[in-house]
Every structure is written in C-alpha cells, then in structure tokens.
C-alpha cells in the first residue's frame, strides 16, 4: 500500500483487491436494477399514449392528457380520500390498542402464559389475506354467514347483504385491519416497554406511586419517542395500502367500490380488468410521486428528532 | 424486587383481556375448521357454525379424490419458497457484505441505491410491462419467484448492519493475512457467523413466498402453474360470483361441487402449515419484528 508505485498502478491494486467484492455485489444490484430502477424509469409511460403495437418506447407522448383523464373522473378524489381516511383511522386505532395491550401484557408475570398470548396475537399477521379473506366470508356471507344466521336472529337485526351494502365497510375493514396488524405493533411496543429503566420504576414505587400513576408518569412519556417514530413512519406509506385488504377482504364487490376502492386496487382494476393503461399510469404515477414526497418528509423530521432511526 | 411493581388486580384483569382477545383470534380460525367438516346440506340449511351441526368429512374426502391439483399447488408452493428464500438468502448476504466493508470504495453511493428503492418505487403499471413485455415472465414460475419478493432493500440494510455490529474487522484482516481470498472469507466466516440474521431473514422471506397470491393473480392465468394461494384466491373470487349470481336455493343443486365445505377445507389446508410450524420459529419471528421494529 505504502510503496512508491505510480497512482495508476496503485488505483488497479485497489480495483484488483476489491475486484471480488464488487463481483459479489453483482446479482444484487441486477436484481434491483429490474426489480426497481427500470420501473422507476417506467414512469414516463404516464405521459404517454401507449400503443402495445409500437412498443412502449415508439409509442407517442400524450403530455398531461392521462392525467387530465384521470382527475375529471370522480373516482380520482374517491380512491385519494379512501386511503387517506382508512390509514388514519387504521394508524390511530393501532396506536391506540397496541400501547394499551403491550402495558397489560408487561403486568403479566408469568412468563408461560405471556408468550402463549403472543403467539396467539401474532397468528393473524402470519396467513395470507386470502385466508382471511375466507374467514371473513364465513361470518358475513349473506345466506348461510354466521353474523346472518346466529347473531342476526340472536340480538334481533335483519340479514344484511354484506358484500352489497357498501356503507358498513368503513367499519368492517378497521377491525379486520386491526385484527390481523395489532400482533405486530404489539410486539413493537412490548419489546420497547421491556428495554425501558426498571431504576425509574423503583424509585417510584419507594415514593408510593399507583400503578396507574406509574403508567401515565413513566411509561407513556418513556414510550413517545416509540410512538412518534412509528405513527411517523406509518404516515409517510399513508398513500400507500394493504392491497388484499381492499380486494380480498371485500371480495371485490363492484357494489362495494365507493368505500373499498383504493389507488392500489384502482391502479390494478384500471390496468388488468379495464386494460386502460393510461388511467392506471396517471393513477400510479400520482401515488408514486405524492408516496415519495411524504416519506421523504417524515424521513427529514425523524431524522432531526432521531437521527439513528432515519432511512437516510 | 421487581415482584412489588406488579399489581394484582391489573394482572387479573390483563389476563381477562389477553383471554377474550385470544378467543376473537382463535374463534373465526375454528368457524372456518368446524365448516369444513360439516356436511353441505348442514352447511347450507343451517349456515356456519362453531360446532358442526353434522359431522362430515366428505369435503376431505372429496379433496383427496381430486387431490392431483391440490398436491400440483402444495409442490409449487413448497418449490417457490424453497428456492425463492434461498436465491434471496444469498444475493442478499452476497450485497450486504461488501456494503458492511468500512475500507470498501463507493461504499456511501451503494448504500444509497440500496436505500433510494426503499423511498420510491414504479409502483405496478411500469413493473408489470417491464416483467411482461420485456422479460416474458408471464405464464412462467419466474412470476412466482422474481417480482417484488427475491430480495428487498430493507433485509439487506438489516443484514449490512448485522454483519457491521457482530463481525470485528480483525477477523477479517486476520484471514486476508492468510491468504483466503474475499469468497473463501465470505463463505467461511461471514456466513457461518451470520446464522442468527439469515434465520430471520430466511423466515420473513419463506413466509412471504408462502402467502403470495398477489404475484400469481397477475401474471398467471394458467391453472397448471397456481401455487396453494394463487389457487385459493381464484375459488374465493368465484365463490362471490357464484353466490351473487345464485337464485336461491333451487340452484344450489347444480353447483354443489366443489362446495363451500371444500373451499373451507382447502383454506385449512392452506393455512396449516404456518399455523402449526411458526410458534417453533417464532423467536425468530419477533426478532424480526423488532430488529426491523420501526425501519419498515
């Protein structure tokens, strides 16, 4: 290293020494270079008219008209306001319920039933969402569903066509988001409960804190930079949604499309069912622009408030 | 001392809690086990139930008499992990290691173009002409396998990291002074020493090649290639259909293969294998999680 060889010698010392290296590093960036970057680039096809017999580069520029399209229709503020509301009220109940589980899970001492709880409680993030597609069909389907036939007749409410009836769905899809997420987020705030000072605690209970007191003094104010992290990052994706939550849960029901339809099933719908490449472009773009800006945004916030929790 | 911060009365009441949640879990798992081994006509006079109102376990029966499908997806399922997690497994330790190199040049410019496709993405129309048109992965097991699952930013930033804290750059150094060279240190050292993150990672990965459906729902309409989910995805979109289009109970009759109980029976199936295998995986599960916790 140290010799006096002349740079360009030494400049392919270095390149031979880490030749190996970055051959290693070649499946890897091929990977992400088809996976990613080309479909980066595939972004233009929003600003395009395609035409599959010219081929996709050939094809000619359609300036803003997808776009144009695209925000004349009223599905464009529909599908905009669904997943907006829905990660909201899917980020607020998670909050919620995971930080108030994860403190009653701590209180439990025996270590035996604890993890018997968490195994439980992490199953649903575990299947598909086409398996919970089934078991939601199995309460709400209309003819033989158990909501329709058991607990219809049980509590006196008339038999509900579920998968017609698009106005209960705002309701259905937050319980059966938080039944299959809350395991996961539980987990978060469990693991961060259980780092946090015992010393704290002690001396708490030496001055004749409540438990209650404990909780609201201690460990809430210890857990916020968790949650501030968390609702943070969870809102830069808020663009963004489970798509089998939205297709497979709901069964794709047309009926349903007024408060199921997100950008996610409506860029797929436009795409392989309707074949409207231009809509389901503009549609995509429009998400992947207005994704990327939000991330980028609580990225630059997390890093002023958590430097080692940033992306970048 | 720890045994006077924990209040009796709120410990009862966790466990009231943790129970009834438990059971919101468990229950709709057991209405879907208990349709399945109920006869049809129960099933269609009675509606669902948590215990079944005829014992039956023709839907079973029916699915072992036409298992040759159901077996094709269960060996497609089974290949598609297999080999998915383990190609992830490598190309992804394979790009971690180098980036986890201080002494590596470009170091900073790989590591952003790793982390650049965590911010952004084409998002489905570009990747699904690019798949399609450019590479013909339609009707191919490639659909199955390359998009979107193979490997992804985030497990390579964890593995860099992994590899970063628990790997001393004096081994390394030790072993270039032997002569071994960056493979034989790679493969000898790095990945022997590495077995807690793969795992990890290896299992979050399986997992998801398991549970994908998405991936065969768009570039597969050849049922010979269906994996468990992509199948079980095509019947609960045709059992909607059917019972949309149903007019009432007199065409039941005609549509009674294959019947609910056997679509039921096939969503056991599918699930069952995660079900039963994860709770011995699970530490590796919430390692996972919370090494990840809050990077997602």
């Known amino acids: ?312 | 001392m720890s045994k006077h911060l924990k209040s009796k009365p709120l410990m009862f009441f966790s466990h009231i809690v943790f129970i009834a949640l438990c059971l919101a879990i468990i229950l709709p798992f057991l209405l879907l086990i208990s349709s399945s081994v109920t006869s049809e006509e129960a099933l269609v006079v009675h509606g669902y139930n948590f215990i079944p109102k005829q014992f039956s376990l023709e839907a079973y029966e029916y699915l072992w008499r036409h298992s040759s499908q159901l077996f094709r997806a269960y060996g497609i399922t089974l290949l598609v992990t297999g080999v998915g997690t383990l190609t992830s497994l490598v190309i992804t330790s394979m790009l971690a290691y180098p980036l986890s190199r201080y002494d590596l040049p470009g170091r900073r410019v790989f590591t952003f173009l790793i982390v650049f496709t965590m911010l952004f993405n084409g998002g489905l129309v570009p990747t699904y002409l690019i798949y399609v048109r450019l590479f013909g992965i339609k009707n191919t097991l490639w659909a199955l396998i390359v998009p979107g699952l193979l490997m992804n930013g985030f497990h390579v930033m964890l593995t860099r990291t992994f590899f970063q804290k628990n790997i001393p750059p004096a081994v390394i150094e030790s072993a270039q002074c032997d002569g071994a060279t960056e493979f034989q240190i790679y493969r000898k050292i790095i990945l022997p020493l590495s077995l807690p993150i793969m795992a990890t990672i290896g299992l979050m990965t399986a997992i998801r090649y398991w549970n994908d459906w998405y991936n065969g729902m768009i570039y597969l309409n050849d049922p010979q290639l269906y994996s468990l989910q992509v199948m079980l995805n095509e019947m609960l979109m045709n059992i909607r259909f059917l019972s949309d289009t149903n007019l009432g109970g007199a065409a039941m009759g005609a549509v009674r293969i294959p019947g609910t109980s056997v679509r039921m029976a096939i969503a056991v199936v599918g699930a069952l294998p995660i079900i039963s295998i994860y709770p011995f995986f699970q530490k590796y599960f919430v390692q996972g999680i919370t090494l990840g916790s809050v990077k997602e």
């Not at chain 1, 992490?122 to 909501?147: E, K, Q």
């Not at chain 1, 994704?291 to 992306?311: C, H, M, Q, W």
Request: aromatic share 16%.
């Open chain 1, 1 to 312: 290293m140290i010799g006096a060889q002349a740079g360009s010698s030494q400049r392919m010392k270095r390149v031979k020494k880490y030749f190996p290296l970055f051959l290693m590093m070649v499946p890897g960036f091929i990977y992400l270079l088809i996976n990613n970057y080309l479909p980066m680039f595939g972004l233009v096809i929003a600003f395009k008219d395609i035409d599959f017999t010219k081929g996709i580069l050939a094809s000619g520029w359609a300036g803003l008209k997808n776009f144009k399209y695209l925000f004349s229709t009223a599905d464009a503020f529909i599908i905009t306001r669904n997943t907006i509301l829905y990660n909201i009220t899917f980020i607020t109940l998670d909050l919620i319920v995971a930080v108030f589980l994860a403190i009653l899970l701590h209180e439990i001492m025996e270590s035996y039933s604890s993890k018997v709880y968490q195994t439980v409680l992490l199953l649903p993030y575990m299947i598909s969402t086409v398996i919970v597609g089934y078991l939601v069909y199995a309460f709400l389907n209309v003819r033989t569903g158990y909501v329709n036939t058991k607990l219809g007749p049980l509590f006196g409410f008339p038999k509900i066509n579920w998968y017609m009836e698009s106005q209960y769905w705002p309701f259905i899809l937050p319980i059966v988001n938080l039944w299959k997420t809350i395991g996961f987020s539980v987990m978060i705030y469990f693991s961060a409960i259980i780092g946090l000072d015992r010393s704290c605690y002690e001396a708490a209970v030496i001055d004749g804190a409540t438990k209650w007191q404990q909780i609201r003094h201690i460990t809430l104010p210890l857990l916020k930079p968790v949650m501030i992290l968390l609702l943070l990052l969870q809102t830069g994706r808020i663009f963004y949604s489970d798509f089998g939550m939205f297709y497979q849960v709901p069964m794709d029901s047309g009926m349903l499309y007024s408060t199921t339809n997100v950008i996610d099933t409506y860029v797929y719908r436009a795409l392989l069912r309707l074949g409207d490449v231009g809509m389901a472009s503009a549609a995509g773009f429009y998400q992947s622009i207005v994704g990327f800006l939000l991330v980028v945004t609580t990225n630059l916030i997390i890093r002023k408030i958590s430097p080692e929790d940033a992306l970048f």
